[in-house]
């Protein structure tokens, strides 16, 4: 009787079982091709403190709830959201006043026109500082700053947890080194 086949050493093939990795790998066409976007929040100092990836096709505005959800549960502390006009949903700003989050995002133009072609029944617009917005630059900076790692700028991982390790090594290196420049 020949001998039973013996187990061969190591772990199993894992390859095929990555829990929580999504079926597309954050993979998604968009006008530049195949495409993955990092959506963050980003802080003061244009550090981003909280990241998710999507496909490149994904729009951002169904992610801030997400995002905003995880950083309260993480931080919970109060800030002020700036967004700019593709966050200008008027779901997005219900839940954004259910949860009270000061925010200051601009109305995009059909809103305006939509809101005064009710009249009187339009209401009024909503709250905008133009001033703050001003500082709305931080997350371009940010992303900026994450885009200086050339292993985020052009993802070579293959896997969406692999490219999500990078960004968030990155962006906690970027946070530290912009900590060690503000202390005197």
């Not at 009187?120 to 905008?128: K, V």
Request: net charge positive; proline share 5%; with cysteine.
């Amino acid at each position: 009787m020949p001998p039973a086949p013996r187990a061969t050493q190591g772990a199993r093939l894992n390859h095929r079982n990555l829990g929580a990795e999504p079926d597309d790998h954050a993979l998604g066409r968009s006008r530049g091709g195949w495409t993955t976007k990092i959506h963050a929040l980003v802080d003061d100092n244009c550090a981003a403190v909280m990241l998710r990836l999507t496909a490149g096709q994904a729009h951002d505005n169904p992610q801030l709830g997400p995002l905003l959800a995880a950083y309260t549960a993480a931080h919970g502390r109060r800030f002020r959201l700036l967004a700019d006009k593709g966050y200008a949903h008027d779901s997005t700003r219900i839940h954004l006043r259910e949860q009270r989050i000061a925010h200051i995002i601009p109305e995009r133009s059909d809103q305006i026109a939509r809101r005064k072609a009710r009249g009187s029944r339009g209401g009024r617009p909503p709250a905008f500082d133009a001033l703050t917005y001003r500082h709305r630059n931080t997350v371009e900076r940010g992303f900026n700053r994450l885009k200086h790692w050339r292993g985020i700028a052009t993802r070579y991982d293959k896997y969406a947890l692999t490219y999500l390790g990078g960004v968030t090594l990155a962006a906690a290196i970027t946070a530290y080194r912009l900590q060690l420049a503000d202390t005197p």
